[in-house]
């Protein structure tokens, strides 16, 4: 009786033993496969994170696409609210850090059509020209100067208001339209600055181009300066106003200021081959001047060549045809 019950205490014991065993067992396998998620999980970060960082790296390092001289693309940041000189259509992009200013500015007694200009020319060749003393960065969207900045057609805007002009248009595409209705507007095909199409091109002049960027309007202008004269100086034709990626002097400006005028190449934009840069034409400030007189200016171009070439003796030559 005594030897049984030894065995029998002797089993359980084992029973309790394996099942303790068994219950370790379970419990380091599961351990295991914890770790083992742990450690994916975290290797799965890693790679995340190593990844997104050399995006983020290979794309700051990626140059910032400008299309030269026709200026350049204008910035507004992507979460900016559309304004009307900033339509849905339009294609931009922007640093995320405000771009420093670099303007270039000029007295007005510098230039030489200057002093043969009527009082209101002069009035608003010097608010103009006063600007380009402030420091003014390009600021997409604004017609303020003291946000610090102004875009082209805010430009045009603060400067026409504030030289007594009413019911002026606040985009460029608008003030092309304002032109066209209410003033003279000569349109210019030629890509050459010495063509006879500049010949009634007078400071005080609204300049305009398309293509310097895309926009979805009726009329596609996208860009728009004053035209200043001739430098005494240089005998260079300049004008004013605000740009991102213009030039004066040989070296590319931001901001509001005095720039070159300079024909675009005509070569596509070499951030968007869609776009392709031109000069459409110019065209008096309604109300800016009496009737035109003959000697009020000169044009650009032969301030720069100082001769204007002799006529060309015509020959007798037979009638084009019809199809000519």
Request: net charge neutral; aromatic share 8%.
């Amino acid at each position: 009786m005594v030897s049984f019950r030894k065995v029998f205490v002797r089993v359980i014991k084992f029973a309790l033993l394996a099942l303790q065993l068994w219950a370790y067992s379970v419990a380091w396998a599961e351990e295991d496969v914890s770790d083992k998620r742990r450690t994916k999980k975290t290797s799965s970060s890693e790679e995340s994170y190593h990844s997104t960082h050399h995006q983020h790296q290979k794309t700051k390092r990626s140059p910032r696409k400008s299309d030269g001289e026709e200026h350049a693309t204008p910035t507004p940041s992507p979460k900016e609210r559309p304004t009307k000189e900033s339509p849905e259509g339009a294609v931009v992009e922007t640093d995320s850090l405000p771009t420093v200013a670099n303007v270039a500015t000029e007295k007005p007694e510098n230039i030489r059509e200057f002093k043969s200009q009527p009082p209101h020319v002069q009035q608003l060749l010097r608010e103009a020209l006063a600007l380009t003393e402030r420091n003014l960065t390009y600021k997409y969207g604004s017609s303020d100067p003291s946000a610090g900045g102004m875009d082209c057609s805010g430009f045009i805007y603060y400067v026409l208001t504030r030289s007594g002009f009413k019911d002026v248009p606040r985009d460029s595409s608008e003030q092309y339209a304002w032109i066209r209705q209410n003033s003279n507007f000569h349109a210019v095909l030629s890509r050459d600055s010495k063509s006879f199409e500049f010949r009634e091109l007078r400071p005080g002049d609204l300049m305009f181009w398309s293509g310097t960027y895309k926009v979805n309007r009726e009329i596609p202008v996208s860009h728009v300066m004053i035209y200043l004269g001739t430098e005494k100086s240089t005998k260079k034709p300049v004008m004013v106003g605000a740009s991102d990626g213009r030039s004066y002097d040989g070296v590319r400006r931001n901001g509001v200021s005095v720039f070159d005028f300079k024909m675009p190449s005509g070569q596509p934009n070499s951030a968007d081959p869609d776009l392709i840069s031109r000069f459409d034409g110019y065209g008096t400030i309604p109300g800016l001047r009496e009737p035109v007189r003959a000697n009020e200016a000169r044009n650009f171009s032969e301030s720069n060549d100082e001769q204007t070439a002799e006529p060309t003796p015509k020959r007798n030559e037979k009638p084009l045809s019809n199809g000519d």
